[in-house]
Structure formats: structure tokens, C-alpha cells
């Protein structure tokens, strides 16, 4: 069959094997696969990627001398099972999967490990737990977005964004597009959004974005006053000595004081911050600008050493979290999203390719101005992004 195969940074359109599924797997041919901003990392820094992992305890992930077939993001149709399977989907299901395979012992991710070919190619296999029939009648081509879709679902979900409190998200690339689609979709009522790239500002808007901002000429965190948001040290003095000149009026304040804790009355209101860049120095940014209490989740995965002051973060009592994948719940519950129309997957996608163009389309994800997401259509010879 056809895939495109990287080695040592190269992209090859290649004649590999076909894929034989083993017990517990699934043998699916691809409708749409999707280009991540992991598949541009992997290709240039595969071996930075590993190091990390491996130091994490995950020594499976793919290095820039082996040959690997890339692609983790995609829908497709069942062909086959491996012996021995409960094979539940019929043939011609359409279908998303997690994209983990196991293989003997271990468990290999799909696409970026050597052991797990991914779905840039005509076929590939998927573990059958992992596989979820697409329901609805959604295409696959929006089904394809589920594992992005995934991964901002845990980002929104890890966040504990109320429907009340402000969020913010720096950085309006494909992940920060998609975390905005969720956070609306969950009900928030007021997303900033912030991004240098006018293009994705409108995208950002498109996807639900109350408040966009260019952050070379506005703060993102401007209108903090507006929100009762606190941006001074000596305000959250006065807001703690002013909150206790009241409470000691009232015979037992401290009883009054836990209840106000246990409904959140008892901290100041602060916004939740998606970043959603992941480039050296937008943490400490962040953190420095964002106003006291805010809770920063870190989407963007930045590849390079990085630096922030932990004094600023413990001054302004900064809530850092940092967000990988998902879980299979959210994976099922981003499908039921899209497939029930709460979250629209189309203004993220900006071209698609065949196999013959996906070299072209990671060139193209460079211009900011130009793409979001690029689909891969295996069946289409186009070789430069519509």
C-alpha cells in the first residue's frame, strides 16, 4: 500500500506492507487524517521527543533514524480483525480511534512510534477497544478532528472552567481554536482570545470567541477591572483586610468564612488561562501579566528549555497546570460533541491533500496566514493544499 514514510526528517511516498491486524486489533482503511503540530515536531525533533519521554519511564517513541509512517489524528471504515477478536463494528463501520497500539507487552502511540504505523497511508491498525463507531451521521471528515478535539476537552475539563468565570487563550492555533470551541461549548460565557496572526484572530472569532485581541498593540488581560479581576499584590491585601472588617461583625465569622470557601466566595475572581503557544518565554509572560489567582493551564508543548520566575507565580498564588492527551472518556465524549453539532469542527480546517502533498502541507502549516489544519485524504492525488 501507499503511506508517506519519515526518516531522518525526509518524507517518502513509499510501497510499504499492508498492515496485518493482530488479536485485540482493528484494520481500518482511511478516510482523513489529520496534520498535528506533533507530526511537525516529531519530523524535526524526534529524538529531543524520546529523550524526554524516555526520561518520563515511556521508551517507545519513535527516533529520527528509524523509518516511521506519521499521522495520529483520523477517521476511517473497518476492513478487517486480528483472530480472536470480539469483532463488534461491522465491516464499512465508520470509525475514530484512540490512536495506541499494543504490541506484545508494550503499548506503542500510533504515528509517532516505529512499532505503530500512522494514517498517512491508504490503511492502518487501531486496537479494537480504542475504536468508536462515529454516530450521528457525522462525515469523516469533521470525525477526523476528534483527537484534537480530544485534547482540548481534557484541556477545558483539567482548567475546571465554571460557566461564570473568564477564560483566556493565548495562542489561536489549531489547539487553541479547538480549546475555544470546547470552553463554548461547555456554556462559558466570555473567552478571550489572543494571537499575533490576523487570520487566526478570525478564525477565533469564528469558533466562538467573545473577545479577540492582537496582543502586539493589547494586553489580553486589559479588561481585567472590568471582570473584578485583581492585577496588584496590595489589592488582594485590601481585598483580605476589607473581607475581614466585615466577617468580624458577625457573631462566629469563621463558620461564615468556610461556607464562603466551600462555594468559591471566599477567593478573589481571577480568569483561567489556556497557553496555547508553546514557545520559550510565554509562560513566564503569562504568569507575569495574567491577574492574581489566575489558574494558567499549559497546552502548548514547547520543545526547548524554558524559564519563569517560580517568586512572581508564589506572589500572585499562580495555579499552573500542565495538560497531555486525554482520557477515553474524553475522546468518546469530543465524538458525541461534534456528532451532536455542539462544537463545529469546519472553520479549523483550511485545506486537504493526498498522500503526494503532505511534504507541501507541512510547509504550508508554516504560514500562519494561510492554514490551521490540513486534512489528509489517502484516495486524493492532490499534492499542494486547497
Not at 140 to 167: D, N, S
Not at 197 to 220: H, I, K, N, Y
Amino acid at each position: 500500500m501507499k503511506a508517506i514514510t519519515c526518516t531522518h526528517a525526509q518524507l517518502e511516498l513509499a510501497d510499504v506492507p499492508e498492515p496485518v491486524p493482530e488479536r485485540g486489533q482493528a484494520l481500518l482503511r482511511v478516510a482523513r487524517a489529520g496534520i498535528c503540530g506533533s507530526d511537525l515536531h516529531a519530523r524535526h525533533h524526534a529524538d529531543e521527543l524520546a529523550d524526554v519521554t524516555a526520561e518520563a519511564g515511556y521508551d517507545a517513541a519513535m527516533r529520527s533514524d528509524q523509518t516511521v509512517v506519521l499521522g495520529h489524528e483520523f477517521s476511517g471504515e473497518v476492513i478487517d480483525y486480528g483472530p480472536s477478536s470480539r469483532a463488534r463494528l461491522k465491516p464499512g463501520t465508520p470509525v475514530v480511534a484512540m490512536p495506541l497500539l499494543r504490541r506484545g507487552k508494550s503499548v506503542h502511540p500510533t504515528g509517532l512510534s516505529a512499532q505503530a504505523p500512522g494514517a498517512f497511508a491508504e490503511q492502518v491498525l487501531t486496537q479494537e477497544s480504542l475504536t468508536f463507531a462515529v454516530p450521528n451521521g457525522l462525515s469523516l471528515e469533521h470525525a477526523a478532528l476528534t483527537e484534537p478535539m480530544a485534547v482540548a476537552l481534557h484541556a477545558v475539563r483539567r482548567g475546571q472552567v465554571g460557566r461564570r468565570r473568564v477564560a483566556v487563550v493565548i495562542g489561536c492555533g489549531p489547539v487553541g481554536l479547538a480549546v475555544i470551541g470546547m470552553l463554548k461549548a461547555h456554556g462559558v460565557r466570555t473567552v478571550i482570545a489572543s494571537d499575533l496572526s490576523p487570520a487566526r484572530r478570525e478564525l477565533a472569532r469564528t469558533c466562538g470567541a467573545d473577545v479577540v485581541v492582537d496582543p502586539a498593540t493589547e494586553q489580553p488581560f486589559a479588561s481585567a477591572a472590568d471582570h473584578g479581576h485583581l492585577t496588584q499584590a496590595s489589592q488582594l491585601l485590601d481585598y483580605a483586610v476589607d473581607a475581614m472588617d466585615r466577617l468580624t461583625r458577625v457573631p462566629h465569622w469563621w463558620r461564615a468564612y468556610r461556607a464562603a470557601e466551600k462555594v468559591g466566595a471566599a477567593q478573589p475572581k481571577s480568569p483561567v488561562v489556556f497557553e496555547c503557544v508553546g514557545v520559550p518565554g510565554i509562560i513566564d509572560q503569562v504568569i507575569t501579566t495574567a491577574p492574581l489567582a489566575s489558574r494558567v493551564v499549559v497546552v502548548g508543548v514547547c520543545m526547548s528549555p524554558d524559564q519563569f520566575r517560580p517568586a512572581m507565580a508564589i506572589n500572585k498564588e499562580i495555579d499552573l497546570r500542565f495538560v497531555i492527551g486525554y482520557t477515553p472518556l474524553d475522546f468518546r465524549d469530543a465524538l458525541h460533541l461534534l456528532a451532536d453539532g455542539k462544537v463545529d469542527p469546519a472553520p479549523l480546517i483550511t485545506g486537504q491533500v493526498g498522500l503526494p502533498g503532505i511534504d507541501a502541507a507541512f510547509t504550508a502549516l508554516g504560514n500562519p496566514e494561510q492554514h490551521a489544519k490540513i486534512l489528509v485524504d489517502p484516495a486524493s492525488s492532490a499534492a499542494m493544499p486547497g
